[in-house]
């Protein structure tokens, strides 16, 4: 596997300094590990929750989309094991009260221990026993801050998904196999946060439980498998820094049956890193809900008279950590032929690049502005365009390489003649030359790949 170059602190700068993103309550120091999408970053982040959106629900049939509450009754939770099991071992410094987690290999010694030294102060035996730290924010409902009106942050959607499983099926009157799809904010109070926007603790998730009949569940997962794969390849991350990790036996959660993520390689000491998982949760979930809640939540099926707790398929795929894959994967820096300075690319999908178009008058004169700004406002209702005239026009055509907008229209001096202008490539940078009533046509061919 070829070792790729850590791009990740270029693109941090990169994203502030275009609006992309930008820190959280940055004015005030920051927030640990949570970011804010600025008017580049939302506009990327919504066409690829859109791009989901259309493969996963709008596209089939078979699948149905659902937006549940954040907050839901603490007993979900209970249900779904969070309570007791989404938690990571932590330990506590007495002396300068940082925690780490009891496996961080910076901690010398075993913590609790006279001997255990903390990492960050350097003192030793004021480590405390390991302790087990819940990664759910916890916070009160309705006036009374007591343990009777404690409530949960989600730290997924897809329990949402099973407390309406029936509801869902009920109204739709789909039959099994079918899904259920969401997308929508999780919290995760995360011990080692970072990268950037690569585990943060506040995030989305795209998620798609389908429901199926139990001993058809494999053929679904490796079905499930091929298509998220395919659809990872179709938003253009390049195809060898893709690749599929099977869980194996310890990794596997105790109710998963099988798991495998999509990994992107980010480069760097990340490297490999998941940024979906596809997993057969058999009918562990549902089953739950129906000790929990006392409700059954099985499904009759006419043709064969059965009735049954389906199995589930999930697919979990993070927009966050998905957008930073296609930053990591696009940008590069490159020589340009007879220039002396070079340029800095990013290499987005034209369908999901946040600006489609730069327009550009060539000079201020001679009626170019003019003519450039009525082509802007033109194509503005029909897709994202950013009229500039100010500089040089390498200066920007460099500024929207920057940003990834995949062609810049420019208006020349044979335009106003010819009722004609030229469309810049970003990456082959070949300029065609477009007449004025057919540029929407043109570009709208090459955005909707
Ligand atoms: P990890 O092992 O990296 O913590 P996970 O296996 O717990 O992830 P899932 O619960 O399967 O993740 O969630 C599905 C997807 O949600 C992940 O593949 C990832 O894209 C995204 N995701 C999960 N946790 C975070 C986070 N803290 N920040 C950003 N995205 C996240």
Known sequence: MPNRPDVMDKLVSLCKRRGYIFQSSEIYGGTGSVWDYGPLGVELKRNLQERWWNEMVRSRENVEGLDSAI???????????????????????????????????????????????????????????????????????????????????????????????????????????????????????????????FRTRE???????????????????????????????????????????????????????????????????????????????????????????????????????????????????????????????GYREEAVEGEEEGRVVLGLNPALAPIKAGVFPLVKKDGMPEMARKIADDLRPHFPVFYDDSGAIGRRYRRQDEVGTPFCITVDGESAGGNSVTVR???????????VGSVRDYIDQRISG
Not at 128 to 153: C, H, W
Not at 252 to 267: E, M, N, P
């Open 71 to 197: 907050l839901m009754h603490p007993r979900v939770w209970e249900a779904s094991g969070h309570v007791s099991g989404f938690v990571d071992p932590m330990v506590d410094c007495r002396n300068c009260k940082k925690r780490f987690r009891a496996d961080d290999p910076k901690i010398k010694g075993v913590p609790g221990t006279p001997d255990a030294q903390c990492p960050a102060c350097g003192m030793k035996g004021t480590l405390g026993e390991p302790r087990q730290f819940n990664l759910m924010f916890k916070t009160f409902m309705g006036p009374v801050e007591d343990s009777a009106s404690i409530i949960y942050l989600r730290p997924e959607t897809a329990q949402g998904t099973y407390v309406n499983f029936l509801n869902v099926q009920q109204s739709t009157r789909q039959k099994i196999p079918f899904g259920i799809a969401q997308i929508g904010k999780a919290f995760r109070n995360e011990i080692t946060p970072g990268n950037f926007i």
């Open 203 to 329: 995030f989305e998730q795209m998620e798609m439980q389908f429901f199926v009949e139990p001993g058809t569940d494999m053929e679904w997962f490796e079905y499930w498998k091929a298509e998220r794969m395919r659809w990872h390849k179709g938003l253009g991350l390049a195809e060898d820094r893709l690749q599929f990790h099977q869980h194996g036996e310890t990794e596997l959660a105790h109710y998963a049956r099988a798991a495998f993520d999509v990994q992107f390689d980010f480069g760097g000491s990340l490297g490999f890193q998941e940024i979906e998982g596809i997993h057969n949760r058999g009918d562990f979930d549902l089953s739950q809900h129906q000790k929990f809640s006392g409700k059954k939540l099985e499904y009759f099926d006419q043709g064969s008279n059965k009735r049954f707790v389906p199995f589930v398929v999930e697919t979990a795929v993070g927009p966050n950590r998905t957008l930073l894959a296609l930053l990591v994967n």
């Open 425 to 435: 490539d970003r990456d082959t940078l070949k300029q065609d030359r477009v007449a």
